[in-house]
T-cell receptor, first 114, second 113 residues
């Protein structure tokens, strides 16, 4: 398995632009998570899905952020409009329904908003 | 609110030394605890997972312990090597849901040859 695949790896954009981050989880994993990592706040859970259904989005900062999972093999995290404070590394992770809760992380998408 | 703290924030040791990384959490009602490794510019790799009913887990030169009553976990690395240099993060599974991992900010380890 190729692991959790994220794209793009790096994105530089200007304030006000729309940003879409993509994630392909490991096949057979029923849970998908989006995290954000910054120096100040560390790793924070934004939202997670179970069987393509959003379960907890309480970590989504505000209405500018939205996430979808149209099928078991694809998810997007969208920021519209983007702001400089959104600059961070965004990680996607997936796991099986096992109770063991071992997450496999993607390599991350580094977003810079100018 | 659950908070996870890791001390020290950074650690530098000579090769071959045994070392301990510390993690503390404020709410003992956890259902598991994980240690991750993060290399620069990369994602996180899960090293060890300890369920709430367990006291420790071992993998090779790594040993993680869990003391729920005191809200503490340690990651012991034996005979450290330069390849162990990375940031180590502790994460607590909390709140009864599959996805609610609360992360510490990590300890950046540097092992000097």
């Amino acid at each position: 398995d190729a692991g959790v695949i994220q794209s793009p790896r790096h994105e530089v954009t200007e304030m006000g632009q729309e940003v879409t981050l993509r994630c392909k989880p490991i096949s057979g994993h029923d849970y998908l998570f989006w995290y954000r990592q910054t120096m100040m706040r560390g790793l924070e859970l934004l939202i997670y899905f179970n069987n393509n259904v959003p379960i907890d989005d309480s970590g989504m900062p505000e209405d500018r952020f939205s996430a979808k999972m149209p099928n078991a093999s694809f998810s997007t995290l969208k920021i519209q409009p983007s702001e400089p404070r959104d600059s961070a590394v965004y990680f996607c992770a997936s796991s099986r329904v096992s109770g063991a809760n071992v997450l496999t992380f993607g390599a991350g998408s580094r977003l810079t908003v100018l | 609110k659950q908070e996870v703290t890791q001390i020290p924030a950074a650690l530098s040791v000579p090769e071959g030394e045994n070392l301990v990384l510390n993690c503390s959490f404020t709410d003992s009602a956890i259902y598991n605890l994980q240690w991750f490794r993060q290399d620069p510019g990369k994602g996180l790799t899960s090293l060890l997972l300890i369920q709430s009913s367990q006291r420790e887990q071992t993998s090779g030169r790594l040993n993680a312990s869990l003391d729920k009553s005191s809200g503490r976990s340690t990651l012991y690395i034996a005979a450290s090597q330069p390849g162990d240099s990375a940031t180590y993060l502790c994460a607590v599974g909390y709140g009864g849901s599959q996805g609610n991992l609360i992360f510490g900010k990590g300890t950046k380890l540097s092992v000097k040859p």
